[in-house]
Structure formats: C-alpha cells, structure tokens
Nanobody, 121 residues
C-alpha cells in the first residue's frame, strides 16, 4: 500500500518562509509527476506547483518567484520551499503524485493527507 506523508506546515508571519515535504512509501517502482495543491478556506483546491519526471517545473502565477518545487527521487520525496509568504497563501496544502506502483507498468495517482499553512499579517 502506497501512502504520502506530508510535513512542514505551521504558522508564520507574512514575509516568512516554510518548507513542506511529502514522502511516498510502499511499493513504488518509479514516480512520474509530483505536485502541490492548496485549498484556501471556502475555496476550491488549486494546483500550485508541479515537477515532472525530468525535473521540469511549472507554477501558478500567484506563487511564481516565491515558491520552488523540487524532488529527491532516491527518497521518493517532493518539497515545496515557500518564501515571501502572504496571508492569501493560507490554506491546506496537499501533495499529489503519479507513480508506477504495480508490475502492470501503469501510473496511479495518490494524495497526501494535507498540512495546514497559516500566514498572519
């Protein structure tokens, strides 16, 4: 059974930084895409950052220049470095991966449990 465990959330003042981690465990033959979503209070979950199998990245306009997504394939872990945080960054952050977890060679998707990030003004 594959699971994603997130860590690194917390409380921070505007302008501060946090680094989120998401580690995948279980039977994993390879991970394709890894990404981060967030869900602000009363809003829909949205894609924040994504990194592909070759470390190509893309970001939502709202976080470009402030957030950096990275991955450590040896540890099956994805990170999100968040700098210059703003109150509007507040929300629950979820990691999401597409991974080969079966001998059938197909990609399956998995969600982390979510970690709360609160940015005060």
């Amino acid at each position: 059974q594959v699971q994603l465990v997130e860590s690194g959330g917390g409380l921070v003042q505007a302008g501060g930084s946090l680094k989120l981690s998401c580690a995948a465990s279980g039977t994993i033959f390879g991970i394709d895409t890894m990404s981060w979503y967030r869900q602000a209070p009363g809003k829909q979950r949205e894609l924040i950052a994504i990194i592909d199998a070759h470390s190509g990245t893309d970001y939502a306009d709202s976080v470009k220049g402030r957030f950096t997504i990275s991955r450590d394939n040896a540890k099956n872990t994805v990170y999100l470095q968040m700098n210059s945080l703003k109150p509007e960054d507040t929300g629950v952050y979820y990691c999401y991966i597409l991974a080969q977890t079966s001998m059938d060679g197909r990609l399956y998707d998995y969600w982390g449990q979510g970690t709360q990030v609160t940015v005060s003004s």
